[in-house]
């Protein structure tokens, strides 16, 4: 192992020693994953397996799962590396709770949103279903946010995790709404389905555009990339997992997965080729001069994902099938150095380049380790990464002169800046002394760099699993055939020329350096997280402002519920015809009670609105109420009546107990006499509106009474139900549902007014 | 705020109010029994029956309707039995592998009938309700009587 007895830090010592006990529940959630990577393993060998039935028929919604290739490979990715993580982050979690003196309670904050992470990654690589698809990518944008946030006494930590959360479900979003144009195109949600329905045509491409867009968000891409840099706030073991084979690639995996629908549109594709290329360039460039571990590696996923979406972007059997080999050996190589990065940081307490160096005789086996997972990833031979860039230049070759350019450019960024990272960590003068790492925080990086290795000598079972994903998400046969040439061929030749940039990239620091921190801050001025946060400031401010003035009193508030209720009725009147919509009946025999009784109504509101004592108020108000259960009672309504009198009778009776608490003064007495007035003609204006919208809206009503079929209905049908009196028919029987809604939201009511009146004894 | 005082309600208030008890409860049996053929249901009958409470509450203040009633204290067991009652008397078709509110006996069957009063689960709905509304409005006097004489 990777430890060194010498003097080591007091305190370091102190937090390698499990004072909080073994982490149970990372250690179930590792086995769990094992477990489900040991099933999808040999599901997929069996032959695949789907399974499909209906969640919600009337809205066409189905759960149907298929373990086809391209899930097989995503599911065995997320919970393959999930397994590995899971074991590293039972060290991690420990010795970071105890740095930071939480209890291991806080256990129980992490593991259980990890776990649901790797489900819903294993759900959403086997949906077959656009909104199940969407329900999947949610659910892991959800889990990314309490586990970004995980250190929720940090600012920047929350400030990261809600940066997350808004990018990728407020992208999702647009998943969603393309869902409901094909279904409303096509009539389905399910994708085998659309694939082999959709044609070219406007729908399919905004539906393609929209879908890409969600994806590309996802995956970090530019311009929506800035969330991932911020992302690293998280935890090691979250950036491991999220940020290099779930997360970011749950994105990718949209793509892959309607990639016959993008298909169907050569603009999407030439965007996606444009984003890729601009991530590519834009992440390997930044990444070329960051400073702290775990942005390097951020920066360079962000590139990383760019190769995956120019491949996607470019199509072909090639490009599908190299994207998904790509996925497969990005995603080991990448957690493998995310947690090598974690594990630095543990040993030395140091989590930037210019204060670490010279680890490698301190930690010998670490640095082979991260040293075979960086070669992996800077595509050397021997590793599985040498085979994912040998097809991506194939593909890359395939599409045209300026994109196999940028592929060597591509490539050679990643040479230069992954070998950086290796060599300011583990070569050179050592600049800080490194504690004891336990052995569970090495063992998994070791275990996926033999895996990187093992698979750059027998490529077989990569390639086989790729092949099968490309399949699918090419949308016909291909195969994948990685292989070690020993000739001329272009594939090689680029490779070569992408290791001598990269050499020079690594050489020539001052220009790259200077080139960088222009781009830096170029990005910093200008770029989209400007954007952002301008309009979150801005959405901020107009929710204050409207916040300012609804609330301001009483009669604020229900003028904010009064005025648009009025304005939009008014609204909805001028554009609809009302010319001899309104009509006076003829007035005979008990009318002229109901007028009587109304006019009093009338007149009983007019002295109502000039009343300055509250207790007057509230008497005259309760003569409204008797005037009206009088009304109901004379036009043939018994039942209403009954109910209108007994209640307005309670009513009164509980107004007047709630007002004797209130204080006796006016609230507006320290007003000016001039707001006082305003406020006073405010009030006037805004009950004109509302009162009269409401006039106008009954008298239509009454005017015309909707020729209902549903009230004779109920009547014919009230006698089979053993009763005579429809309304109580219909309260406990026709509609008895929501009658037993209704008094469970009574219940609940008084439960509030308790809890505001006595802290929430009931009695 | 300094306590207005208060003059005690007549005499004749004080006991009617509580002799109004035994009478409304009759009321609302009556409501409920033939709520079914006639006006009134479970939900006018608990009003009913509460409006009795308040005014002994009103007549008597709060301490002393509680003294009175020691009853009263159980208000928040019957509302929530009340409300149990009732979702009860309409989710228990589920078990059956029916919709909820499946009334029983269903459409047609034979009903038993004593008087007006007829034998059927809508009845255990509106006893239900009306638990609930009686409690639920004991409870909010209480507490409107009680906090008076508390806070301050």
Request: hydrophobic share 60%; with cysteine; aromatic share 8%.
């Given at each position: 192992?990777?430890?060194?007895?010498?003097?080591?830090?007091?305190?370091r010592?102190?937090?390698?020693?499990?004072?909080?006990?073994?982490?149970?529940?990372?250690?179930?959630?590792?086995?769990?994953?094992?477990?489900?990577?040991?099933?999808?393993?040999?599901?997929?060998?069996?032959?695949?397996?789907?399974?499909?039935?209906?969640w919600?028929?009337?809205?066409?919604?189905?759960?149907s799962?298929?373990?086809d290739?391209?899930?097989?490979?995503?599911?065995?990715?997320a919970?393959?590396?999930?397994?590995?993580?899971?074991?590293?982050?039972?060290?991690?979690?420990?010795?970071?709770?105890?740095?930071?003196?939480?209890?291991?309670?806080?256990?129980?904050?992490?593991?259980p949103?990890?776990?649901?992470?790797?489900?819903?990654?294993?759900?959403?690589?086997?949906?077959?279903?656009?909104?199940?698809?969407?329900?999947?990518?949610?659910?892991?944008?959800?889990?990314?946010y309490f586990?970004?946030?995980?250190?929720?006494?940090?600012?920047?930590?929350?400030?990261?995790a809600l940066?997350a959360?808004?990018?990728?479900?407020?992208s999702?979003?647009?998943?969603?709404?393309?869902?409901?144009?094909?279904?409303?195109?096509?009539g389905?949600?399910?994708?085998?389905?659309?694939?082999?329905?959709?044609?070219?045509?406007?729908?399919t491409?905004?539906?393609?555009?929209?879908?890409?867009?969600?994806?590309?968000?996802?995956?970090?891409?530019?311009?929506?990339?800035f969330?991932?840099?911020?992302?690293?706030?998280?935890?090691?073991?979250?950036?491991?997992?999220?940020?290099?084979?779930?997360?970011?690639?749950?994105?990718?995996?949209?793509?892959?997965?309607?990639?016959?629908?993008?298909?169907?549109?050569?603009?999407?594709?030439?965007?996606?080729?444009?984003v890729?290329?601009?991530?590519?360039?834009?992440?390997?460039?930044?990444?070329?001069?960051?400073?702290?571990?775990?942005?390097?590696?951020?920066?360079?996923?962000?590139?990383?994902?760019?190769?995956?979406v120019?491949?996607?972007?470019?199509?072909?059997?090639?490009?599908?099938?190299?994207?998904?080999?790509?996925?497969?050996?990005?995603?080991?190589?990448?957690?493998?150095?995310?947690?090598?990065a974690?594990?630095?940081?543990?040993?030395?307490?140091?989590?930037?380049?210019?204060?670490?160096g010279?680890?490698?005789?301190?930690?010998?086996?670490?640095?082979?380790?991260?040293g075979?997972?960086a070669?992996?990833?800077?595509?050397?031979?021997?590793?599985?990464?040498?085979f994912?860039?040998e097809?991506?230049?194939?593909?890359?070759?395939?599409?045209?002169?300026?994109?196999?350019a940028?592929?060597?450019?591509?490539a050679?960024?990643?040479?230069?800046?992954?070998?950086?990272?290796?060599?300011?960590?583990?070569?050179?003068?050592?600049?800080?002394e490194?504690?004891e790492?336990?052995?569970?925080?090495?063992?998994?990086?070791?275990?996926?760099a033999?895996?990187?290795?093992?698979?750059?000598?027998?490529?077989a079972?990569?390639a086989?699993?790729?092949?099968a994903?490309?399949?699918?998400?090419?949308?016909?046969?291909?195969?994948?055939?990685?292989?070690?040439?020993?000739?001329?061929?272009?594939?090689?030749?680029?490779?070569?020329?992408?290791?001598v940039?990269?050499?020079?990239?690594?050489?020539?620091?001052?220009?790259?350096?200077?080139?960088?921190?222009?781009?830096a801050?170029?990005?910093?001025r200008?770029?989209?997280?400007?954007?952002?946060?301008?309009?979150?400031?801005?959405?901020?401010?107009?929710?204050?402002?409207?916040?300012?003035r609804?609330?301001?009193?009483?009669?604020?508030?229900?003028?904010?519920?009064?005025?648009?209720?009025?304005v939009?009725?008014?609204?909805?009147?001028?554009?609809?015809?009302?010319?001899?919509?309104?009509?006076?009946?003829?007035?005979?025999?008990?009318d002229?009670?109901?007028?009587?009784?109304?006019g009093l109504?009338?007149v009983?509101?007019?002295?109502?609105?000039?009343?300055?004592?509250?207790?007057?108020?509230?008497?005259?108000?309760?003569?409204?109420g008797?005037?009206?259960?009088?009304?109901?009672?004379?036009v043939?309504?018994?039942?209403?009546?009954?109910?209108?009198?007994?209640?307005?009778?309670m009513l009164?009776?509980v107004?007047?107990?709630?007002?004797?608490?209130?204080?006796a003064?006016?609230?507006?007495?320290d007003?000016?006499?001039?707001?006082?007035?305003?406020?006073?003609?405010?009030?006037?204006?805004?009950?004109?509106?509302?009162g009269?919208?409401?006039?106008?809206?009954?008298?239509?009503?009454?005017?015309?009474?909707?020729?209902?079929?549903?009230?004779?209905?109920?009547?014919?049908?009230?006698?089979?139900?053993?009763g005579?009196?429809?309304?109580?028919?219909?309260?406990?029987?026709?509609?008895g549902?929501?009658t037993?809604?209704?008094?469970?939201?009574?219940?609940?009511?008084?439960?509030?007014?308790?809890?505001?009146?006595?802290?929430?004894?009931?009695? | 705020?300094?306590?207005?005082e208060?003059?005690?309600?007549?005499?004749v208030?004080?006991?009617?109010?509580r002799?109004?008890l035994?009478?409304?409860?009759?009321?609302?049996?009556?409501?409920?029994?033939?709520?079914?053929?006639?006006?009134?249901?479970?939900?006018?009958?608990?009003?009913?029956?509460?409006l009795?409470?308040?005014?002994?509450?009103?007549?008597?203040?709060?301490?002393?309707?509680?003294?009175?009633?020691?009853?009263?204290?159980?208000?928040?067991?019957?509302?929530?039995?009340g409300?149990?009652?009732a979702?009860?008397?309409?989710?228990?078709?589920?078990?059956?592998?029916?919709?909820?509110?499946s009334?029983?006996p269903?459409?047609?069957?034979?009903?038993?009938k004593?008087?007006?009063?007829?034998?059927?689960?809508?009845?255990?709905?509106?006893?239900?309700?009306?638990?609930?509304?009686?409690?639920?409005?004991?409870?909010l006097?209480?507490?409107?009587?009680?906090?008076?004489?508390?806070?301050?």
């Amino acid at each position: 192992m990777a430890v060194v007895r010498g003097d080591v830090p007091a305190g370091r010592e102190a937090s390698a020693r499990p004072g909080l006990g073994l982490d149970w529940l990372g250690w179930i959630a590792s086995a769990l994953a094992a477990v489900v990577f040991a099933l999808v393993l040999g599901g997929w060998l069996t032959g695949g397996m789907a399974v499909s039935f209906p969640w919600a028929p009337t809205l066409d919604l189905r759960l149907s799962f298929a373990l086809d290739g391209l899930g097989a490979l995503y599911a065995l990715l997320a919970t393959g590396v999930g397994t590995l993580v899971f074991a590293y982050g039972t060290g991690y979690l420990t010795v970071h709770l105890e740095h930071e003196g939480r209890p291991a309670g806080e256990r129980w904050r992490f593991w259980p949103w990890m776990a649901l992470f790797a489900v819903a990654m294993v759900g959403l690589a086997t949906a077959q279903d656009l909104v199940l698809l969407f329900v999947f990518f949610d659910l892991t944008a959800v889990c990314s946010y309490f586990l970004i946030g995980f250190d929720r006494g940090r600012r920047e930590a929350r400030n990261a995790a809600l940066m997350a959360l808004l990018v990728t479900v407020v992208s999702a979003v647009a998943m969603l709404v393309a869902a409901v144009l094909l279904y409303a195109e096509y009539g389905t949600f399910s994708i085998p389905e659309l694939i082999a329905r959709t044609g070219t045509g406007p729908v399919t491409t905004i539906a393609a555009a929209l879908l890409a867009v969600a994806g590309v968000a996802k995956s970090a891409q530019v311009p929506l990339h800035f969330w991932l840099p911020r992302a690293m706030a998280a935890p090691t073991p979250v950036s491991a997992y999220l940020h290099s084979a779930a997360m970011v690639a749950a994105g990718v995996l949209v793509i892959a997965r309607v990639h016959p629908l993008l298909e169907r549109s050569a603009a999407v594709l030439t965007g996606l080729v444009v984003v890729g290329g601009l991530s590519i360039v834009i992440g390997g460039v930044l990444a070329l001069r960051q400073d702290v571990l775990k942005q390097v590696l951020a920066y360079s996923t962000i590139s990383q994902y760019g190769y995956l979406v120019l491949m996607y972007g470019i199509g072909s059997a090639a490009g599908n099938g190299a994207a998904a080999f790509y996925v497969l050996a990005h995603g080991v190589a990448k957690s493998a150095l995310f947690m090598a990065a974690g594990a630095v940081t543990v040993a030395t307490g140091e989590d930037r380049l210019s204060r670490l160096g010279g680890l490698g005789r301190r930690m010998p086996l670490l640095a082979v380790v991260t040293g075979l997972a960086a070669a992996s990833l800077a595509a050397l031979p021997l590793t599985v990464g040498f085979f994912k860039d040998e097809l991506f230049f194939t593909a890359a070759l395939g599409a045209g002169p300026l994109t196999a350019a940028l592929a060597v450019a591509a490539a050679a960024l990643t040479f230069a800046y992954i070998a950086r990272f290796w060599i300011l960590l583990f070569l050179g003068r050592p600049q800080t002394e490194a504690g004891e790492v336990s052995r569970v925080l090495v063992a998994p990086v070791a275990v996926l760099a033999v895996v990187s290795v093992l698979g750059g000598l027998v490529a077989a079972p990569f390639a086989s699993l790729a092949t099968a994903a490309g399949t699918v998400s090419h949308g016909g046969a291909l195969t994948v055939t990685p292989a070690y040439h020993l000739d001329a061929r272009p594939e090689n030749i680029m490779a070569l020329s992408a290791w001598v940039f990269g050499g020079l990239l690594l050489v020539a620091r001052r220009p790259v350096g200077w080139a960088s921190r222009g781009l830096a801050e170029a990005g910093e001025r200008f770029g989209p997280r400007r954007i952002y946060e301008a309009g979150l400031h801005a959405l901020e401010r107009v929710s204050s402002a409207v916040h300012d003035r609804e609330v301001r009193d009483l009669r604020t508030s229900i003028a904010a519920v009064l005025v648009p209720a009025g304005v939009l009725v008014a609204l909805a009147f001028a554009v609809t015809p009302t010319a001899g919509a309104y009509t006076t009946g003829p007035v005979a025999g008990l009318d002229w009670l109901v007028l009587t009784l109304l006019g009093l109504v009338v007149v009983v509101a007019l002295v109502i609105a000039g009343a300055r004592d509250r207790l007057t108020v509230v008497l005259v108000l309760s003569v409204i109420g008797f005037a009206l259960a009088a009304v109901y009672a004379l036009v043939g309504a018994p039942d209403v009546a009954l109910v209108a009198v007994v209640v307005e009778t309670m009513l009164t009776l509980v107004f007047l107990a709630a007002l004797a608490r209130l204080p006796a003064e006016q609230p507006d007495r320290d007003l000016d006499e001039a707001v006082r007035v305003r406020n006073r003609r405010r009030d006037v204006v805004a009950g004109a509106v509302a009162g009269l919208a409401v006039f106008a809206t009954v008298w239509g009503f009454l005017s015309q009474p909707a020729a209902s079929t549903v009230a004779s209905d109920l009547i014919r049908r009230t006698p089979a139900a053993h009763g005579g009196d429809v309304v109580t028919v219909i309260v406990a029987d026709f509609r008895g549902l929501d009658t037993l809604v209704e008094i469970t939201v009574l219940l609940v009511a008084v439960i509030g007014v308790v809890a505001l009146l006595r802290r929430g004894r009931l009695w | 705020m300094s306590r207005r005082e208060r003059k005690r309600p007549d005499a004749v208030v004080r006991v009617v109010a509580r002799m109004l008890l035994g009478p409304v409860l009759m009321v609302a049996a009556a409501l409920i029994a033939k709520g079914y053929a006639e006006v009134g249901d479970g939900f006018g009958a608990g009003v009913a029956v509460s409006l009795v409470i308040a005014l002994v509450y009103v007549a008597l203040g709060g301490a002393e309707a509680e003294a009175a009633l020691p009853v009263l204290r159980h208000a928040p067991k019957l509302a929530v039995g009340g409300l149990l009652l009732a979702l009860a008397s309409g989710f228990f078709p589920l078990l059956l592998g029916e919709p909820p509110v499946s009334h029983r006996p269903a459409v047609g069957e034979h009903v038993v009938k004593i008087g007006a009063l007829e034998l059927f689960t809508p009845l255990v709905l509106d006893v239900g309700v009306f638990l609930l509304v009686v409690g639920v409005l004991t409870v909010l006097l209480h507490h409107l009587a009680r906090s008076d004489d508390e806070v301050r």
